[in-house]
């Protein structure tokens, strides 16, 4: 892979190249990797020489924290890509293990195993996933190849303003230079600068589910900016797989709590969206919610519609502003989004009811917190970055129930 | 029991015979009936005869609808109650079967088997606790002798104003002149008129969690009715026993959902309270979601706060306001109500929290829907009714985990 | 589609065409149908002749009794198979309704309204998944048209011995001579036969799961066929959609029971499949129970070892009998199968442990008893009916967490 | 409380006492410590002298690990306990915090603030619950003065053979004088042994559950006892309270597995109780299984009944085995134990069933793991080696659902 400037073009020469070919070759690749313990035939060297020439076709993926929830949904998500291999994995504590040993759900993948990333090798690889803890991946980030294309799942490169980063988190932010270059990934929002980005900032969970129907109301002033009030409802994985009592079983089945009231971090990444949108500073009410699911995240959201604004015409203007995009998606009039329906796709269900209240409309939007909401999004994200089509290898249905 | 009109002060009377005796005889009772198998000695006979001499000094309860959640929980609550013995339990679609084979969790209660409303012979019954299907009832209290105190769980005499009963139940009230004399039962806000009352109309699980706090809020205008937005999560046994498709657990579990946005019967039941409350109409945003647990409710509540009042003044009332009372209680400062740390218990955890939004404040309280919600208040009012003290037989210590 | 008779080697033909038309073609393909709304470029009059082409070449799939559990797994994973398409589907009580508004996580499938069975026009269909009710398929499948290829997943044909289904099922046998066509499609087991049926009986969950490692073991003379002891555990979702109070939300969670114990009407199946590896009658102790999960299923099996048998040689005897199996998989020595690491997928994973008790072995193995339990297999028989390679559609990656 | 060796006779009348003294006082007792705040009426002063008389005459109890779940739940049982108060509990990481901070749902209760266990004074307490971990407890326990009773629900004096412990739990048993003196708590069998103890070994979950059903059985030679197969089922909660990553909301919902086969520390005291029933060494098979419930264990028994026996003679024998016991319920026939049904209580619910396979029968038995498997039994224990009346505090109705 040449330079950084040219690799744009040559994403797509390539992607052109590899869908041609993929009819033939593809499922065979496919069917060696995950199967190679078969491949005992008498054709198999030929076999391994065509997929060596095919492996050099893809783009070579490393994926950066594999041992965490959005690590291995990354993994999974890759896992049937007919246009990326992952040729690096860290985890530092549990360098050295193979990704089954710690993933055991993924024993079949034919991958490569766990290395600390001071020792991971750069040199194989076109672009990573950055699925590091926040805090950690500025300045693991800084030290990688220019020329690496990177999606960082991590909350440090969200925050334009790096006074706020220091603000909500703590400590002062490790690279302020890079900060600047910094696309932030809501990819149905800013799909053109996330095509010609080099680092992209992945959204979190919650600002995913509560941008994407209240942007498109902003920027065409349907909806007011002050008093919005939002009410969110997560699964427990986006708390990651860290053991702490707080997210044992036993202290989360069978019940919800709020968390966070109104301090959680994930509100200044809302708010800075938000008044982009507005072209003014939006402060909203935003209360997370923990409940007994592994995935899913729901965004209730409570706003007072423009003056002159009916919920007809909010519905309609995110139909149509939705209406060519794949993964968002406004459900039929009255048709209530679950968190159920989407869960393990990238798909977010999205719709509008008119409030008791008048001149008041309730917003109803629901994703998996792990894909769309995480590891899908970032995929989607890198899809664009590379020149492939968007949607590859994130076409796939719910699994319900 | 003699007449209607000497009830409450022979209740009194009663109560305090009972009080003084219990130490002596009660546990013994206990024991005998509930292991009746055992009473084999040569003391069986004489001690038959004290229990029936206690049993007559019992108030008698019937149970009318035993074979749903909440009259199984009824059921529970009064299994250790020194005051009260279930003498009736009706269920039509179970009638001739034991408590035990349609709750085999009540297999070690005596009592006596399920029979047809329509068999049921109410002349050995003081009270009753109604738990019924909505609609049915006003017919089927209506028809009750006058002497008997009832609790009715449904929601057929809740709203005070018929035509709107009409108007959410699509059908016309059918008991006008008792909906008059009933009184609306919230315990802790309306306690001198359910003392003194025959009918106590008990109140639905959310408009217990909503207006615990919210109407001594009004009241003392510290908050603003316009503009009340309310987000409440609810376990799934407030549907019911009921066999629904969209109650099956892989239909709930790991997922969550709103339901009747705007349009849920319980709206105008909170809406009646913090109207007279306020001496005028409000009009509330309600979003109940239904998630997967079976016990617990919390309702998230965002409102605007009066001119010149903080967060620091609605705590410090609704503090005040409850400071006497056992089971409505205002958590530490910062401290989050969770569902699970009231499940199984009559507890009503709140705590007030400051907002990003200036001059707004989020409310939070959680309450077991079957208790609190149900059942536990309900018997919390018959005590209440009957004279005898009110925490008698609801001051248990929650489940968890 | 010609004659019956010829029907394979033109499967053959097709299936190669296919293979080698997909690189270019299928990724379109699949673009335009989920996403037809999008079609509106100047090529799009030339894409869809190019579709109607390809679609005449994919085989035409009927879904019977496509509003249950087993019926939208199907639709789930042929959403994405390049070999097939669904062009009818029927639920006699959903009619005239979209499979979107029966499983709104199917929204995005561009698919047939659901029809009667009755009124289903078989004209365009080469081949079914019949996932009606246990007893009402043989009357159907007797009454469709002789050159369709079939998969049943209820019961009605699993069982050679009519006189057992009568039995077993309390009324006799609807279509005997059918039933002597039909081949037991354990897939791993049975592969050649069912690659020249033409009625498939899809094996049930319990049955799946116990005879993958039991029938090998048994064959090869390593384990005692007296004194099996069969121990399941299975996911509610088995149980099917039907609206059931022992199935609702709060009657399962946090909690398990057994059911149906010794009684069960997957035993006959069981046995029936043990005897015939071990060419006498078998008879087994199988308990299974109902617990707190939507999908997976395992079985806990003692079994006596053969004399001179060890541990060491059942795991080996499995793992090489499984060696080049894509879906059975033999996990490393102590590693333990979880029903989580195959959610979603088509895995069986097993695993052996010796027991305390000397001469004994303890042997587990884990499914998603919808995929490789139901619909997963059924579509891995149809891909060996039609002459598709046997994994297609079918590889994808466990969902956890 | 004088000297050790006149205790028991002590307590009886002691016992005696506060049970002729219950009916006046108990219930303002009660009242007073738990709304302690209300107390505010001119007879304050003189209600708190009474307590304060009183308080004397209760038992004062020590909890030794109260952050755990088992400590947690002795709490619980404790509150409405008319024999005992607390007033000493320890917990080494959250010293100095109220139990209220530590497990929110005993806010309501008046008790005193953690201590560390080297800080604790035993001065003011008859007896102990010790709750702590496993291999830290016979240091502890060995330390305390000797004339307190105690109940330990750690492993570390169940053993008789301090070999066996050494072997199991990988260090040398660290008391083996008290060893000697213990007594294994299995209430129901070693009634007698235990009211006349000082040092009491509370039972382990699996072992409860598994000998209150095969110890009658084996005594009475009704069943064999090589080929016992025993496999357990348990809820969450058993793993404590310790933040591991494989005990995670995440890691364990929607799923279950097998653990510790063959190896579970548990085994050699389910085999020492068999072993002394049958007069022999008995070796079984025991697989527990981790599954999605915080509360509830099953034990599904495999067995061969001795020659001549039937599944009714074993009925028979256990039914009337129990008959005169509270907690321990033969079901009538053909209804099957369920976890959810003991959920919160002390019961064990024990049936039997048939096997297909002629001369075995299988023995289900359910019980709550943190009561009668844990804290509960504890409870029923302390009461009898303090004279109390052996149910005091413990008949309380299973919560469902």
């Known amino acids: 892979m040449a330079s950084l400037s040219s690799?744009?073009?040559?994403?797509?020469?390539?992607?052109?190249?590899?869908?041609?070919?993929?009819?033939?070759?593809?499922?065979?690749?496919k069917?060696?990797?995950?199967?190679?313990?078969l491949a005992k035939s008498a054709t198999q060297n030929s076999q391994f020489e065509e997929i060596k020439a095919q492996k050099s076709e893809k783009f070579r993926i490393g994926v950066l924290g594999a041992s965490g929830y959005t690590g291995s949904e990354i993994i999974?998500?890759?896992?049937?890509?007919?246009?990326?291999?992952?040729?690096?994995?860290?985890?530092?504590?549990?360098?050295?293990?193979?990704?089954g040993s710690v993933f055991p759900h993924l024993v079949?993948?034919?991958?490569?195993?766990?290395?600390?990333?001071?020792?991971a090798d750069f040199a194989n690889v076109d672009a990573?996933?950055?699925?590091?803890?926040?805090?950690?991946?500025?300045?693991?980030?800084?030290?990688?190849?220019?020329n690496l294309k990177i999606?960082?799942?991590s909350a440090d490169f969200r925050l334009h303003d790096v006074g706020e980063y220091e603000e909500w988190y703590g400590q002062p932010h490790g690279a302020q230079e890079l900060q600047k270059e910094a696309v932030y990934g809501l990819t149905e929002i800013s799909r053109p600068e996330i095509q010609s980005a080099r680092l992209v900032a992945n959204p979190g969970c919650y600002p995913t589910s509560i941008q994407l129907p209240l942007i498109p109301l902003i920027k065409a002033n349907l909806i007011e900016v002050?008093?919005?009030?939002?009410?969110?409802k997560s699964g427990v994985s986006g708390a990651g797989r860290g053991a702490k009592e707080a997210n044992l079983y036993t202290e989360i089945a069978e019940g919800i709590h709020s968390y966070g009231v109104t301090r959680h971090r994930h509100v200044p990444e809302i708010e800075q969206g938000l008044s982009k949108a507005a072209n003014s500073k939006v402060t909203v009410s935003f209360t997370p919610h923990l409940m007994p699911m592994s995935r899913g995240m729901q965004s209730t959201i409570y706003v007072e519609m423009a003056s002159g604004a009916s919920t007809e015409d909010l519905y309609q203007h995110l139909r149509q502003f939705y209406e060519n995009e794949e993964f968002v998606v406004l459900l039929n009039k009255n048709e209530v989004p679950?968190?159920?329906h989407v869960r393990g796709s990238n798909y977010c269900l999205i719709n509008i009811f008119p409030d008791r209240i008048p001149r008041r409309a309730i917003i109803i939007s629901v994703i998996d917190n792990l894909v769309k909401g995480a590891s899908g999004q970032a995929l989607q994200n890198l899809n664009l970055m590379m020149g492939i089509p968007e949607t590859t290898g994130l076409v796939s249905v719910p699994l319900f129930p």
């Open 7 to 29: 690799l744009n073009s040559i994403c797509i020469d390539r992607s052109c190249c590899v869908k041609y070919r993929d009819g033939v070759k593809n499922s065979m690749v």
């Open 31 to 37: 069917k060696l990797y995950v199967r190679s313990s």
């Open 76 to 99: 999974r998500l890759l896992a049937g890509h007919p246009n990326y291999q992952i040729t690096l994995m860290t985890a530092d504590r549990k360098a050295g293990q193979s990704i």
């Open 108 to 119: 079949k993948q034919e991958l490569p195993d766990l290395v600390a990333v001071k020792d």
């Open 128 to 146: 990573v996933f950055c699925c590091l803890p926040h805090g950690t991946t500025q300045e693991i980030v800084k030290g990688l190849p220019s």
């Open 151 to 153: 999606v960082d799942l």
């Open 226 to 232: 002050k008093n919005i009030i939002i009410d969110s």
């Open 338 to 340: 679950h968190t159920r």
